[in-house]
């Protein structure tokens, strides 16, 4: 690759609320150890929103963007493990320390030196991206499309969150609270995973795409609308009055947090994915004691959700398609963007 060769990326500028734009910068370079990366396709994350509105960490100038899928086009002459045109997808726990008590339990997903593609270090958002750590590729299947690739990390998240951590059980009655990506995700996600039931709910604002979508879905057996009906009700009595076995707080919002303490079975598991984007909200602490709630706080993905991920998604357990909404360049990110945030998309993705 020449060194004058440039490339269009979608940067976030400087600290602050917005300032993102398209830009032309220079063909990434690698070192030694490192890949270059062509991408294929790259995911809108909540997380790119967040720092869009300036409310997650992040290292400007940057390029955006973590979910990817991709082609290796160029490898570091120590890397042994990779060759070019292998088809790739990556996770986002880049520059981890090595050292620290984290990352020698093998917990390198929350090391606080690590630095992630798309805030800590240049992104996907972009033709190219340089790719610092070849060991935490995974290597995907022929038959899953780079666009259906895209939706690896998320479902990784998934995957961590609710069998690693959140201990699905088979024959669980799972509730997904909050009809977003990821809550969409959880939902075909529980049912692969051998949920008897799940159930969806939302609000009126997501009648516009979220919850027809849900209905869609043939893993989820109920949907639910809070503003029409009382998901308590409901659910107590499709489970002989005691509650759900598992509860996915997707949401981020504080009804829905509250909401998963009412819904919950007493010894039974919320498992949360997301950030609220507030410093604090208000949550029924003593409902939760007196039901002896386990709520499980999640962040990232371990190596061990990756493959998982990567199966459900290959052979159909999970359906990708369903979810992306919005596909194409990134000189659509302002709409792209909007669409997300105001809940008139689910999934967004970038052929770069
Ligand atoms: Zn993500
Ligand atoms: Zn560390």
Redesign the pocket.
């Known amino acids: 690759m020449s060194k004058m060769e440039t490339m269009k990326a979608l940067v976030k500028t400087a600290k602050g609320k917005g300032l993102i734009e398209v830009r032309e910068v220079p063909v990434p370079e690698i070192g030694d150890n490192e890949v270059l990366i062509e991408v294929k396709a790259a995911g809108i994350?909540g997380?790119d929103l967040h720092i869009y509105n300036d409310n997650f960490p992040y290292w400007p100038p940057v390029i955006l963007g973590?979910?990817f899928s991709g082609i290796i086009t160029e490898i570091g002459k120590n890397v042994k493990d990779w060759k070019t045109g292998d088809r790739v997808v990556g996770e986002p726990h880049t520059l981890a320390c090595g050292k620290c008590w984290l990352c020698r339990t093998g917990n390198r997903q929350i090391c606080p030196e690590k630095r992630s593609p798309g805030w800590g270090i240049d992104g996907c958002f972009a033709k190219y991206m340089r790719y610092p750590e070849p060991e935490l590729l995974h290597k995907m299947p022929d038959t899953l499309s780079f666009e259906e690739a895209a939706l690896v990390?998320?479902t990784a998240?998934v995957v961590s969150d609710i069998f690693e951590r959140g201990a699905l059980k088979p024959a669980d009655f799972v509730v997904i609270i909050g009809p977003g990506p990821i809550g969409l995700l959880a939902a075909m996600a529980s049912k692969a995973g051998g949920a008897a039931k799940v159930a969806v709910v939302g609000t009126d604002l997501d009648e516009e795409l979220r919850l027809p979508t849900a209905r869609k879905i043939k893993s989820i057996d109920y949907v639910i609308n809070v503003n029409k009906e009382d998901p308590s009700t409901i659910v107590m009595d499709l489970t002989e009055g005691r509650g759900a076995d598992l509860v996915v707080e997707a949401s981020g919002s504080a009804p829905g947090i509250a909401s998963a303490f009412q819904l919950v079975r007493k010894l039974g598991r919320i498992t949360a994915i997301g950030l609220t984007g507030k410093e604090k909200i208000e949550f029924p602490y003593d409902t939760g004691m007196f039901k002896a709630v386990e709520f499980t706080f999640n962040l990232s993905t371990l190596y061990s959700s990756w493959d998982k991920s990567i199966h459900l998604l290959d052979s159909g357990k999970i359906d990708a398609n369903i979810l992306t909404t919005h596909k194409g360049g990134l000189e659509k990110w302002k709409e792209f963007f909007s669409d997300l945030e105001n809940k008139k998309g689910i999934k967004g993705v970038f052929f770069p």
């Open positions: 994350c997380t973590h979910e990390e998320p998240n």
